[in-house]
Every structure is written in structure tokens, then in C-alpha cells.
């Protein structure tokens, strides 16, 4: 079965931290882009973060820039986003996706070409 399995969410206090986990099963995930995105109540999904296949490149937006961090373990066909002093407004469904390639796009990144999305996992900051 060809799917991407996020993991690591839940209820954190603001400036906790928490690391996203973004398995692949079925293919070869460094065969792919990977982007990190998250969706708030009633918002448009948006992009956080993204890394290039071998991992030298990543995006990050400006709203959690030294903050996030994206990283992916190949040899683990995994990605992760470590999130540092977490926010109320980082709060919302976080989602991973492996595509072709990855751009930005007033300054959020996008991945094109979209294989695989994941199902999302919730992340929850208390103020």
C-alpha cells in the first residue's frame, strides 16, 4: 500500500516543542520532494517547510524560521519537522507530501507535482 504515515502530534504548551514524523511505505520516499504543511480551523493548507530529495536544499517559511527545522532520514524512508517554541498559531493539522519538486510561492513553500499526501496529524498549542 502506497501511503505516508504522519505521527508525533498533540497538546504542548506554548514554547514546547514537538517533532513531526512522515513515514513512507510502498515506495521509495528519496525517489521525492517532501513538504510539511499545516491547515488551522477554516484555513487554506499552507506550507511550512520543504526539502529536496537528497536533502542538501530545504524552504522554510518566515513564520517559523529558527524554529522549524525539516530534516529526512533516506536509509529510514522518513522525513521529520522538529518544532521549536511552538505557538498558539502553530496550531492545526500537519500534513507531509512527496512530490517532484519543490518552489515557493509568497514565501510558503509548495511541492509540485503531488504523489503522495498524508492523512495528518494535530498539533495543539496552550497559551
Known amino acids: 500500500q502506497l501511503q505516508l504515515v504522519e505521527s508525533g502530534g498533540g497538546l504542548v504548551q506554548s514554547g514546547g516543542s514537538l517533532r513531526l514524523s512522515c513515514e513512507a511505505s510502498?515506495?521509495?520516499?528519496?525517489?521525492?520532494?517532501l513538504g510539511w504543511f499545516r491547515q488551522g480551523p477554516g484555513g487554506e493548507r499552507e506550507g511550512v517547510s520543504c526539502?529536496?530529495?537528497?536533502?542538501?536544499?530545504?524552504i522554510i517559511a518566515d513564520s517559523v524560521k529558527d524554529r522549524f527545522t525539516i530534516s529526512r532520514d533516506n536509509a529510514k524512508n522518513a522525513a521529520y519537522l522538529q518544532m521549536n517554541n511552538l505557538r498558539p498559531e502553530d496550531a492545526g493539522v500537519y500534513f507531509c507530501?512527496?512530490?517532484?519538486?519543490?518552489?515557493?510561492?509568497?514565501?510558503?513553500?509548495?511541492?509540485?507535482?503531488?504523489?503522495?499526501w498524508g492523512q495528518g496529524t494535530q498539533v495543539i498549542v496552550s497559551s
Open positions: 510502498g515506495f521509495t520516499l528519496e525517489d521525492y520532494t
Open positions: 507530501a512527496a512530490g517532484l519538486r519543490m518552489t515557493t510561492v509568497q514565501g510558503l513553500c509548495v511541492i509540485q507535482g503531488v504523489y503522495r
Open positions: 526539502i529536496s530529495n537528497s536533502g542538501d536544499s530545504s
